[in-house]
């Protein structure tokens, strides 16, 4: 076999096939066996053959991919044991994004397009409070207000609460209480910095999907060193960007290779505490997205990390060793075995326990889409630093992938907040005006007897009845007062009339 990807050799070459490199992988294994070294390599590999790659930088070693790596015995030494022959030494084309926009170029992505699933889990919202959540979003599309940023929200979210029994009588429950929690949340997530992720200008996912001039595909890093203190952000914004692959991709069937490799590292976060519904969503785009010509690898101290549906899509694996200390482990060792497709002799469990740094089994795809029977194999050496970059050297790298001009300076065009802040104000100026109206008439009021006032005394006096009494103690509060009372019945009113009519010398 030559076509491929040359990734591993034990009694045969291991090669991953291009045409089936968007059935996914997994590379698993403890930590310090080899993972980063295996995921180097298929990244080179997929940038060689004209493929984009997107990978996390958890810990800030793989941002090494954009420099050649030094002359060095071992990685030599390993080559030629390959039949690779001298390294060729290579960085390969880079572009470093951050959502802090500090290790790359910033990355936004507007509420609207997180949507209200992806958020819930973000805020570990519970099921009322996503409810009203979903609320808030079906408010603002009817409402025609724009979910840009955090402000965004949070302001239509105190618009909800103002006007809560509005919405309850629309939508349905919406309390004030569970709208004070979301607001809670929020704020706990601008504390974690998620203000600067969300906003425009939102990223175009066709700046992922480039080619060098060279032919080699953008290998594109996400500086996540930082990010990652922030687990669920994490998480939720490599499946916010898997999600979007999934949903503005075409279809491609089965392409000569992948349009788009993505590798998820860390895999474990995205499945800790997840929702049944946020893990069927994960589960529903892995297996779809293959035929946008998107590839996902998995890669996880543990395979029980990732749930069995997910696991089983997963055709090309490299599994380095696992350790067996605790119960889980052992769990986590037994499973791994029984996934693989064996032949006699080879105890999988046991190699497992015994692979040295850089060993792994592998198990690809053949040509007839068939796990390949596993294996024992040295992996290859990355032809890529081997280890972090300086500080001069990212920022010549960032300068490099021109994406700077398009996304450093930040957009804030009309949205809810705006919208909404233009309605309140409006609100406060009525019940200015009313509060003002109301306090001039009850200064107006105490000011004294009016002129009809006094004459109804005079009339009271004179005639002493009781009828004229309360005739004039009603009518000097409807004429000369704050009209709160006034005269019922059509003979009051009429002798009222008469009263009027006697005295300003009209008749009827």
Sequence with gaps: MTDGLYFAKGQREHRLLLGLGNRHGLIAGATGTGKTVSLKVLAEGFSQ?????????????????????????????RAKALGLGAPAYQGFPTVFWDLYGKGGTPVRATVAEMGP???SRLLQLNDTQEGVLNIAFKAADEEGLLLLDLKDLQALLAHMA??????????????KASVGSIQRQLLVLEQQGAEAFFGEPALDLMDLIRIGADGRGVINVLAAETLIQAPRLYATFLLWLLSELFERLPELGDPDKPKLVFFFDEAHLLFDDAPKALVEKVEQVVRLIRSKGVGVYFVSQNPIDVPDKV????????????????????????????????????????????????????????????????????????????????????????????MDAKYTASIDRESAYEKLSVKAAEAQQQATAAAEAKAQAKAEAKEGPSMAETIFRDVIRNTGSTVGTQLGRSLGRSVGGSGASTIGGSIGRAVVRGILGSIFGGRR
């Design 162 to 175: 103002e006007n809560a029994s509005k919405f309850t009588g629309v939508y349905g429950n919406v309390s």
């Design 117 to 119: 699933l992806l958020l």
């Design 49 to 77: 053959a004209g493929v984009p790659v997107f990978v996390a930088d958890v810990k800030g070693d793989i941002a090494g991919i954009s420099q050649p790596g030094a002359a060095n015995p071992k990685i030599e030494e």
């Design 311 to 402: 696991l089983a899509q997963l055709g090309n694996r490299a599994q380095h060793a696992l350790r067996a200390f605790t119960p889980r482990d052992q769990k986590a060792l037994k499973a791994s075995a029984d996934t693989f497709r064996t032949e006699a002799g080879l105890d999988v469990a046991r190699a497992l326990q015994e692979l040295a740094v850089g060993e792994a089994l592998v198990s690809f795809l053949d040509a007839k889409g068939i796990p390949e029977v596993v294996e024992r194999a040295l992996v290859c050496p990355p032809v890529s630093r081997l280890g972090p970059i300086t500080d001069a050297e990212r920022k010549a790298a960032i300068a490099a992938g021109g």
